[in-house]
């Protein structure tokens, strides 16, 4: 099988989930020829340095105004790599650009779609692969027919790892006719949110709710989730009151989660949280209150006051 993966660029590097996508991709090629498309902004290395998790050509499309985050234009981008790599099938990685062109591109292929896909496809009768539906809360099995199919792969749907070492992928420049309407909309700016890791993209997430009575406390937070590596994130009440940035919410309204690890500190676990959390391996919650409904959401509890626990795990994790 031919396969296409469209990579998305954070800075000059490509997006650790769209790694993931192009591992999957080899996964399912089975073989077959992975080729990639991206638009301007990486370094040509970093394209070239995904021949390690599987590709073997980087369709590079240098045109100036695809950075403007064009849906339409993304969308018929995209489409044509599939053409010319006479690919059977698209992989990327879920965001909010993606969310936006996968239905677009599978009209433009007249092809199957599946959104939210956290597993490799069960081949042995059709192509069936699974979903994560209900915010997380269960599973949907889907066959997709058709001779193409176009995949959105949740976070952690593979792990990003690299196949062949020192291995490089050809990069070629692409440009292929996109018509000027699929420009007529243009995104102007950009406000990205803070940080040395971002929430969409992190293994490890501390988070803190109103159990902290007040954003002076949030040190401990940020020195636990400095130990770890990890993104910090907060409850909707915190960000409601200005504690925290809105960025940082997580739950049904906000930036939904799945890391490896997700600690939370002080937070009651109301079922607005735990939607945006629950695809997460494995919960930690810390709270005083041994009702709060986190802990029957959580792998492991602790019961007890976040500012005498927080401090003496962040010290341990620091010996260790």
Known sequence: MSVLVYVEI????????????VVYASKIADGGNVTVVATKGAEESALAALGAYGAHK?????DDKLT?????AV??????????AGANALVMARSSMVDAIASRIAIKLQASVAANVVSLPDTTDGFKVRRSVYTGKAFANVVLPGKNKVLTLKKGAVEAIVAQEGATATVEA???????????TQLKSVEKAEGDILLPEADIVVSAGRGLKGPENWGMIEDLAK???????CSKPVSDMDWRPHHEHVGQTGIKVSPNLYIAVGISGAIQHLAGVNASKVIVAINKDSEAPFFKAADYGIVGDAFDIVPKLNEVLKKG
């Open 10 to 21: 954070d800075g000059a590097q490509v997006k650790p989930s769209s790694l993931e996508a």
């Open 58 to 62: 980087v369709l590079l499309a240098s």
């Open 68 to 72: 403007s985050g064009g849906v339409q």
């Open 75 to 84: 969308s018929t981008l995209v489409a044509e790599a599939a053409k010319q």
């Open 174 to 184: 692409f440009s292929p006719a996109i018509p000027d309407s699929d420009f007529s």
């Open 227 to 233: 130990t770890l590596g990890a993104a910090t994130a």
